[in-house]
């Protein structure tokens, strides 16, 4: 069974490694080793615990899991070489990450969602040495995508770290227009709750542009509604709040 050693022992360090425990044996190094025990009390299962300072990384695979302000402290406390750092830490670059971590290797990835039920999308990049093998240990909590560069990568991050944002949006907004329309509240939002699932579903194998000439029908009430919205310019504007979301989170 493959060794995973975990640096960093908060909630997403234990969302993903109740995901691998099945499959792999967890190591988890923090600085505190009565939190070290707590986490293995919620793992529910026997890992290896050890403190940061002076622990030995050579030749380890270690997922990095501190939080990006602590980056520069937590790196010189180790000591070794690892073989790879796979790296969850958001907004920390590759170049950071060489720079104060002794690796061969590393890989950035971006977990979205909710590794906890297993349905994260997960954005990878990094050293290509590495895909498969980042690709089959983060696909236990959910899909995965590697993408050719780091600027895809950001960009990437903010489309699905905003995208829930802008979707909610619109969820409130369709469900306050039925109701006030006439429509119960709790009907409202059950209806609209399930055809976001259902949209969700259908959209794997249709594109949207497919999937939208599929249902409108010329002068129909459909294609009235929709071009309402295409007056109001909605379509730029999500285009430009992903815009403003990624220059102003990554450029400031």
């Not at 994260?120 to 995508?145: P, V």
């Not at 227009?177 to 429509?183: D, E, F, N, P, V």
Request: one cysteine or more; proline letters at 3%.
């Amino acid at each position: 069974m493959k060794t995973v050693t975990f640096i960093g022992n908060g909630k997403m360090a234990l969302r993903v490694a109740q995901s691998l425990k099945a499959d792999y044996k967890i190591e988890v190094v923090g600085r505190d080793m009565q939190k070290l025990s707590e986490f293995e009390k919620q793992l529910n299962v026997k890992v290896e615990k050890s403190l940061l300072d002076g622990f030995d990384i050579e030749g380890k695979s270690l997922l990095l899991c501190v939080k990006p302000a602590n980056v520069e402290e937590v790196s010189s406390m180790l000591k070794g070489e690892a073989q790879v750092v796979f790296s969850l830490l958001a907004r920390t670059s590759l170049k950071k990450l060489h720079t104060h971590f002794k690796t061969k290797s590393v890989v950035r990835a971006m977990p979205i969602l909710s590794p906890s039920v297993q349905r994260s999308m997960t954005i990878i990049t990094g050293d290509k040495a590495f895909q498969n093998e980042a690709e089959k240990l983060l696909g236990y909590i959910g899909t995965t995508r590697w993408l050719e560069s780091e600027k895809e990568l950001d960009i990437a991050t903010e489309l699905a770290e905003d995208g829930p944002t802008y979707l909610s949006l619109i969820a409130k907004s369709l469900t306050d227009s039925a109701i006030q329309k006439g429509l119960k509240a709790k009907d409202a939002t059950y209806i609209v709750r399930d055809f976001f699932g259902s949209f969700g579903e259908l959209i794997q194998d249709i594109h949207p542009d497919l999937l939208k000439d599929a249902i409108l029908s010329p002068r129909g009430p459909i294609s009235a509604g929709f071009g309402s919205l295409e007056d109001a310019y909605v379509r730029p504007d999500y285009l430009n709040a992903v815009e403003k979301a990624y220059t102003g989170k990554w450029n400031s």
